[in-house]
């Protein structure tokens, strides 16, 4: 057996997300149904991280294990012709057997995208969140840097199957900040790992600061252990990417 780590480019818009669910069209479904049909028998994709329905990936890395001797880069090309166009394998390389892609992930880099003017251009719909209303940027600026450091993110989290066991919701932001360009409204966040819909509560939360409803105190107490209730509203999912996965 070898262990394939593949790095993985996908228009989120049409699937339900990276995870398989039975009766749904997932990227993780697409790719364990292609796999399976190369290898004669079923082979799991593990990846580094769940994305939720209609978020995207500029790189999202993954790993099998498959018997067939097929080199890998022959492999990458064989997916990407049977591949619907909206998932792209950009890389394919073997790796160590141990190789995880979750465990072993030391950050991860997303980016969520704001169309801020009136009209939405009819192809950057589907990869932006559309806000054509007023915004304060300084504020936004200033609690975009306060999600820097190790801070208990349990009011940026939705619930998840996983709260049962009671895990740490502490997480460590290494970079957070916001950019604009023209019409366009960028906020990139890098760090240790991710809850779920933690990047979209933030991005959410910031609007809220730029429509002028939310003050810097009120950021630093939803960032304090046992703060009751949500941050914010969670923003829509077509806005994020996975932007990188970044390992030892």
Request: proline fraction near 8%.
């Amino acid at each position: 057996m070898r262990r394939i780590k593949i790095t993985i480019a996908y228009d989120g818009t049409a699937f339900h997300g990276w995870q398989i669910q039975p009766g749904l069209p997932t990227i993780q479904g697409v790719l364990e149904e292609l796999l399976a049909g190369m290898e004669g028998a079923p082979v799991p994709v593990i990846g580094s991280g769940r994305t939720d329905a209609g978020v995207h990936a500029l790189a999202q890395v993954a790993a099998f294990d498959l018997a067939n001797p097929i080199p890998a880069e022959n492999l990458r090309r064989a997916l990407n012709r049977l591949l619907p166009p909206s998932i792209r394998i950009t890389e394919a390389v073997e790796t160590a057997p141990d190789f995880h892609p979750r465990f072993q992930a030391v950050s991860k880099t997303y980016e969520y995208r704001i169309w801020r003017g009136e009209v939405c251009p009819p192809f950057e719909r589907a990869y932006v969140h559309h806000h054509p209303y007023p915004l304060e940027l300084a504020p936004m600026l200033e609690l975009a840097t306060l999600i820097q450091g190790e801070h208990d993110f349990s009011a940026f989290a939705a619930a998840d199957e996983t709260d049962a066991l009671g895990r740490s919701k502490v997480r460590t932001i290494y970079s957070s900040a916001l950019c604009s360009h023209e019409n366009r409204l960028m906020y990139r966040v890098r760090g240790s790992g991710f809850l779920k819909h933690m990047v979209r509560n933030i991005a959410g939360t910031l609007l809220e600061a730029g429509k002028g409803n939310l003050t810097s105190e009120e950021m630093r107490a939803r960032l304090q252990p046992g703060f009751p209730g949500k941050a914010g509203p969670c923003a829509p999912a077509r806005g994020l990417f996975l932007m990188h996965v970044e390992y030892p």
